[in-house]
């Protein structure tokens, strides 16, 4: 129950295209659901995050749709840009105190010059 | 932006060997955690640490792990007798009270030999 699940494990998208990822989640109790951006070598680094108060949260290029009737939701990336090559992990969390969070699997996105 | 600091970048070790792994969190975070991800896998929670206590815990983070913060600014993983499967990147993460964001250093690329 802690699980989530996130596809395509991998994606080569034209640049100026769109990127979608999606990740489904089965706890309920999940209440907080951002998306982190990997660089080789580097830490994850948190992108966008939304709750599941709303349907959608966009901060720049990048958007987050939520459903929470199907607990799913997915990662939109307009405009795609050779700098967004990366691997993109969803997760989940309960908010509060010290919860853990739980990541997807993880997508390599590659965006072609 | 602050950031979580992490030392050594990349620790080489004999199998049953102890290491420990140090972490710098962001000064006015309290809460702090270690996750690991093995080479091309998922982000996996090991531990959750607050108020000089741990919080939660992994199925991961066996007898052979520990954590502690041994000042007002360190955060240290010990691995007690390294195994071969103990090979990953290791990475401290902190958050503060109000704030979701969690907060990832570069990591520590442990390869037991």
């Known amino acids: 129950q802690q699980q989530v699940k996130q596809s395509p494990q991998s994606l080569i998208v034209q640049k100026g295209g769109i990127s979608i990822i999606n990740c489904a989640y089965e706890?309920?109790?999940?209440?907080?659901f951002p998306w982190y951006q990997q660089f080789p070598g580097k830490g994850p680094a948190l992108l966008i995050a939304?709750?599941?108060?709303?349907s959608e949260k966009k901060e720049g290029r990048f958007t987050i749709s939520f459903n929470k009737s199907a607990k799913q939701f997915s990662l939109h990336i307009m405009d795609s840009q050779p700098g967004d090559s990366a691997t993109y992990f969803c997760?989940?969390?309960?908010?509060?105190?010290?919860?853990?969070?739980?990541f997807g699997s993880g997508t390599q996105l590659t965006v072609l010059p | 932006e602050p950031e979580v600091t992490q030392t050594p970048s990349h620790q080489v070790t004999q199998m049953g060997q102890e290491v420990i792994l140090r972490c710098v969190p962001i000064?006015?975070?309290?809460?702090f955690y270690w996750y690991r991800q093995i080479l091309g896998q998922k982000v996996e929670f090991l531990v959750s640490?607050?108020?000089?206590?741990?919080?939660?815990k992994s199925e991961i983070f066996d007898d052979q792990f520990s954590v502690e913060r041994p000042d007002g600014s360190n955060f240290t993983l010990k691995i007690r007798s390294t195994k071969l499967e103990d090979s990953a990147m290791y990475f401290c993460?902190?958050?503060?009270?109000?704030?979701?964001?969690?907060?990832f250093g570069s990591g520590t690329q442990l390869s037991v030999l």
């Open positions: 993460a902190s958050r503060d009270r109000v704030n979701e964001k969690l907060f």
């Open positions: 706890n309920t109790a999940f209440d907080y």
């Open positions: 939304i709750r599941p108060d709303v």
């Open positions: 997760a989940a969390r309960i908010s509060g105190s010290a919860r853990q969070l739980t």
């Open positions: 000064s006015n975070h309290l809460y």
């Open positions: 640490f607050y108020n000089n206590e741990i919080s939660e």
